[in-house]
């Protein structure tokens, strides 16, 4: 019998360990120049299929157009070398990134060594893509970012000066990242479309280059889908704040209702049950706020946590002063995820009061119930003491009814017997037998409801 250990495989045992290897870094030797670009999909929660479907037809469109095979439906990652670019094509749950890679070259002879990075900005790889199918991109380019891979530092007055010339007089970020290179950026979007970063080697080992790249490419596509959250967090500001009033209004009404008497509240029921209705209402729609956002606000702070792991893998030191990476998010990003974690955390407790004030006035409606029902019993029982008394009057007047009719009956007997020659006085006979006939109407009376009444009873 033929055996190999392979049979003994769980079947998700091998995708479960390629899975940490399936996404490698792009290889990258300075100088390099990139162009990232982050599509992104809506609604994936419920289009996931859809959303992997358009992502995958997208990069099937641009492969074609170079006569390349693209990668099967399946796939989540693809890398392949394009001959004049590279491209790194990588699914997530919301988005797709597409990484260009190219080598600049520079306008006086061969030397890449002295290109300019203010030149290279302008040899970005995404020049060479058509531009038909970038036109596809329309309305769904959530990052787009330019990266110049420089080697050398930038503290050298011409670097300096080149930085100043990228990114303004504006307050940029500047740090030193692994032990071995530099980081500048100022995380704006400048008139080409595109956000600009500055990466140098200074004494990179192999490899390092090329992580470190992803991991500053990463902290602006988390980021900027990070923050996605914070345009749910203020839409929905002012309609919790509405829904906040009306639920203080309804609670006023309900102290007031609550003043009344006992009386009052048997007669306002319906009133309590229109205050039960519009808390129901409010917690209606505040179940639709809290639907639409729930996801967005788990995914953010999911983003948020990736970010924030990007730059403690970073290592940064400050530059001469300069803001770090680290300390820009801290003043910029987390401000925005508190505005979002401040409006799950007042979903939460508004659902928590609205549940509170419907359990309230519920108890207080069965409250009312229950005095409105004690009402009735009592006058049930009230009505049922009359039905015994009116009963018992009808069996006293049954018991003279009948004790008549069974006295002429048996007077007609006696006259009877005396017209057949017996001396028997009718008027002694009906007299003597009277109380006898009426005692013996009354006890089959009695025994009857007697009877009946265990019959009902049983």
């Known amino acids: 019998m033929n055996f190999h250990f392979s049979d003994l495989n769980n079947a998700l045992r091998v995708p479960l360990a390629a899975e940490v290897h399936s996404r490698p870094f792009m290889p990258l030797n300075a100088p390099e120049c990139l162009t990232h670009l982050a599509v992104y999909s809506k609604s994936p929660s419920n289009e996931l299929t859809e959303h992997q479907n358009a992502q995958h037809a997208l990069l099937v469109h641009l492969c074609s157009y170079f006569g390349v095979v693209a990668p099967g439906l399946g796939a989540k990652y693809f890398y392949h070398d394009f001959g004049r670019f590279r491209l790194k094509w990588e699914l997530h749950t919301e988005f797709a990134t597409y990484t260009f890679a190219s080598t600049p070259t520079s306008k006086v002879g061969d030397a890449q060594q002295t290109l300019s990075i203010v030149d290279a900005f302008e040899q970005m790889p995404i020049t060479m893509i058509p531009h038909e199918w970038l036109a596809r991109l329309q309305g769904q380019v959530m990052v787009g970012a330019h990266v110049v891979f420089h080697a050398g530092s930038a503290e050298t007055p011409e670097m300096q000066s080149a930085l100043q010339s990228l ?54 596509t988390y980021r900027m889908m990070a923050l996605l959250g914070l345009p749910a967090a203020q839409k929905s500001a002012p ?44 917690a209606a729609r505040l179940e639709a706020i809290a639907l639409e956002n729930n996801y967005r606000f788990s995914a953010s702070l999911a983003y948020f946590n990736l970010v924030q792991m990007r730059i403690d893998e970073l290592r940064e030191i400050n530059f001469h002063g300069m803001p770090t990476i680290g300390e820009f998010m801290d003043r910029r990003l987390v401000p925005a995820m508190n505005t979002c974690q ?88 009906t007299g003597v037998a009277l109380p006898v006939i009426v005692f013996g109407v009354w006890l089959g009376l009695r025994r009857m409801h007697k009877k009946i009444s265990v019959h009902l009873v049983g």
């Open 167 to 220: 990114f303004g007089k504006s307050m940029f970020v500047g740090s030193k990242v692994l032990s071995g290179g530099e980081v500048w950026t100022d995380f704006l979007i400048h008139p080409d479309g595109f956000s600009r970063f500055v990466l140098c080697d200074v004494a990179f080992t192999e490899h390092q280059a090329s992580r470190m790249i992803q991991r500053v490419l990463e902290i602006e």
């Open 342 to 429: 401040s409006i799950g955390r007042r979903q939460v407790a508004l659902a928590e009061r609205i549940a509170q004030t419907n359990d309230l006035l519920r108890t207080r409606v069965g409250i009312v119930q229950e005095q409105q029902n004690r009402q009735i019993l009592q006058s049930l029982s009230k009505r049922a003491k009359q039905q015994v008394l009116l009963q018992q009057s009808v069996e006293g007047l049954s018991v003279v009814a009948i004790s008549y009719y069974m006295t002429g009956l048996l007077g007609y007997v006696g006259k009877a017997v005396k017209a057949a020659g017996f001396y028997v006085n009718p008027d002694v006979l």
């Open 239 to 282: 309609e919790l704040n509405i829904i906040e009033a009306e639920l203080s209004q309804l609670c006023e009404e309900m102290v007031r209702g609550q003043q009344a008497t006992s009386a009052d509240m048997a007669l306002n029921v319906d009133g309590e049950q229109v205050l039960l209705q519009k808390i129901i209402a409010l």
